[in-house]
Nanobody, 125 residues
Framework: EVQLVESGGGLVQAGESLRLSCAASGFSLDDYLIGWFRQPPGKKREAVSCISSKDGVYYSDSVKGRFTISRDNSKNMAYLQMNSLTPEDTAAYYC???????????????????WGQGTRVTVSS
């Protein structure tokens, strides 16, 4: 069964950090482009960051300089390190993947194949 499972969410105070993990099973992430999206309460889902299978990353302006996306193909994992969190980062965070060798550059506008169930991040002020 193909699955993406996120973990690492929780309740933190403003200024603190969290590291989200995304574990893939049922397929290899090697040739997959990975994305992290989030959906704040009452708002639409938005792209946070994407990373190509080989190189190339994208960050939304709202997280650039604070968040870092990474992947470990040997472990079939992806990560989102989130630093200097603010209440505006409060959202459900989703990991997603698509089979693609395209290089990420300016956005995360891809047709994603698989989505995780999400992990909730709450940042208090």
């Amino acid at each position: 069964e193909v699955q993406l499972v996120e973990s690492g969410g929780g309740l933190v105070q403003a200024g603190e950090s969290l590291r989200l993990s995304c574990a893939a099973s049922g397929f290899s992430l090697d040739d997959y482009l990975i994305g992290w999206f989030r959906q704040p309460p009452g708002k639409k889902r938005e792209a946070v960051s994407c990373i190509s299978s080989k190189d190339g990353v994208y960050y939304s302006d709202s997280v650039k300089g604070r968040f870092t996306i990474s992947r470990d193909n040997s472990k079939n994992m992806a990560y989102l390190q989130m630093n200097s969190l603010t209440p505006e980062d409060t959202a459900a965070y989703y990991c997603t993947a698509t089979f693609s060798l395209l290089r990420v550059s300016n956005d995360c506008a891809f047709q994603f194949d698989y989505w995780g169930q999400g992990t909730r991040v709450t940042v208090s002020s």
